[in-house]
T-cell receptor, first 115, second 112 residues
Framework: GAVVSQHPSRVICKSGTSVKIECRSLDFQATTMFWYRQFPKKSLMLMAT?????????EQGVEKDKFLINHASLTLSTLTVTSAHPEDSSFYICSATRPGAGELFFGEGSRLTVL | GDSVTQMEGPVTLSEEAFLTINCTYT??????LFWYVQYPGEGLQLLLKATKADDKGSNKGFEATYRKETTSFHLEKGSVQVSDSAVYFC???????????FGSGTKLNVKP
């Protein structure tokens, strides 16, 4: 089946620094990828839709200057958390649809801890 | 807009008990419906899906039937195992799968 991979799986950083998370589709071309944030009570919040070659579409309430999304190729999207603060600590999950598959394929998730 | 509502957890069951996790949805048109499962420390993976009314999705002993008349997609399993302990998410997507909406997740704890 289709595989989506995220890296790193865990990252710890100091407050004020920036962190980049990569999401790759390993065996298909993903024109669209989605970034989710998972909160402690388990709910998944869609942050943005990442379209290859164009600007990401952010959901209401998500700061686009803080969460920079780049979808530079058909197999790679990146999420950069800029000037991270402790409240940005969370589990970030990417996903992608493969044309014709009719389902979302998820990465393993990246746990960010900001000290 | 489109949305999914699922029962709050956690749900705690003994091994071999019957499981039901309720899920209802609001959508325009004819969405596809999904159940995703998240095991501890992992990402989400598709458990089952149904793409039209009256379809039944099934996998690993789990089942869910797409009920258009009640706008529901309840997840059931006849006999749960400890290894089924996880968080279960109900989700829907429109016809072109360009957006997915998730419920808040239900944590299932199965005790031996």
């Amino acid at each position: 089946g289709a595989v989506v991979s995220q890296h790193p799986s865990r990252v710890i950083c100091k407050s004020g620094t920036s962190v980049k998370i990569e999401c790759r589709s390993l065996d298909f071309q993903a024109t669209t990828m989605f970034w989710y944030r998972q909160f402690p009570k388990k709910s998944l919040m869609l942050m943005a839709t990442s379209n290859e070659g164009s600007k990401a579409t952010y959901e209401q309430g998500v700061e686009k200057d803080k969460f920079l999304i780049n979808h530079a190729s058909l197999t790679l999207s990146t999420l950069t958390v800029t000037s991270a603060h402790p409240e940005d600590s969370s589990f970030y999950i990417c996903s992608a649809t493969r044309p014709g598959a009719g389902e979302l394929f998820f990465g393993e998730g990246s746990r960010l801890t900001v000290l | 807009g489109d949305s999914v509502t699922q029962m709050e957890g956690p749900v705690t069951l003994s091994e071999e008990a019957f499981l039901t996790i309720n899920c209802t949805y609001t959508a325009t048109g004819y969405p596809s419906l999904f159940w995703y499962v998240q095991y501890p420390g992992e990402g989400l993976q598709l458990l089952l899906k149904a793409t039209k009314a009256d379809d039944k999705g099934s996998n690993k002993g789990f089942e869910a039937t797409y009920r258009k008349e009640t706008t529901s997609f309840h997840l059931e399993k006849g006999s749960v195992q400890v290894s089924d302990s996880a968080v279960y998410f109900c989700a829907l997507s429109g016809g072109n799968f360009n957006k997915f909406y998730f419920g808040s997740g239900t944590k299932l704890n199965v005790k031996p």
